[in-house]
T-cell receptor, first 113, second 115 residues
């Protein structure tokens, strides 16, 4: 089985722009979670999606949004980018909401200039 | 709110030796899961080992084992016979058994293996 894939792997944007990141979960997995990883704040939970519904959201401003499609693929969007949004954005998938283990993708490295 | 603390930002060990990484956590839940994830440089995070809080027996996976002390809220990772490929950032993580698929991570420990 292919693992979790994330596109693009690297992205450079300027302040004020918006960006969309994509995550394709492992085949058959219906739960997708997103995390932000920065040197200062570490790994922080962004959102969790299951069956196209957002089940949980972390403590991030409304500029961060996401969605999940019927094929379980997920996207996250960040509008009005700030320098502090520079981070590695990780996606993780699991078969269902009650499944314990999440499997991570390689991440998208976003740099905001 | 649950918190996870890794007090060792960096550790180093000689190849073939044993090293223990520390992790403490805080929660009011009685049922939860604990994990150790490994993130090699520029590579993706992979699960090393997981522990269910209701199990008293410590989890083991080949050269990796944990020391789970529920009362003390301590969850350390022991790596035996360290190998060069074990060099990575190691993250301790917590998840309640019910509710969100939300992992709460510690700040990580960077492990260096000296040949």
């Amino acid at each position: 089985k292919a693992g979790v894939t994330q596109t693009p792997r690297y992205l450079i944007k300027t302040r004020g722009q918006q960006v969309t990141l994509s995550c394709s979960p492992i085949s058959g997995h219906r739960s997708v979670s997103w995390y932000q990883q920065t040197p200062g704040q570490g790994l922080q939970f962004l959102f969790e999606y299951f069956s196209e519904t957002q089940r949980n959201k972390g403590n991030f401003p409304g500029r961060f949004s996401g969605r999940q499609f019927s094929n379980s693929r997920s996207e996250m969007n960040v509008s009005t980018l700030e320098l502090g949004d520079s981070a590695l954005y990780l996606c993780a998938s699991s078969p269902g909401v009650s499944t314990v283990t999440q499997y991570f993708g390689p991440g998208t490295r976003l740099t905001v200039l | 709110a649950q918190t996870v603390t890794q007090s060792q930002p960096e550790m180093s060990v000689q190849e073939a030796e044993t090293v223990t990484l520390s992790c403490t956590y805080d929660t009011s839940e009685s049922d939860y899961y604990l994990f150790w994830y490994k993130q090699p440089p520029s590579r993706q995070m992979i699960l090393v080992i997981r522990q269910e809080a209701y199990k008293q027996q410590n989890a083991t996976e080949n050269r990796f084992s944990v020391n789970f002390q529920k009362a003390a809220k301590s969850f350390s990772l022991k790596i035996s016979d360290s190998q060069l490929g074990d060099a990575a950032m190691y993250f301790c993580a917590y998840r309640p058994s019910q509710g969100a698929q939300k992992l709460v991570f510690g700040q990580g420990t960077r492990l260096t293996i000296n040949p």
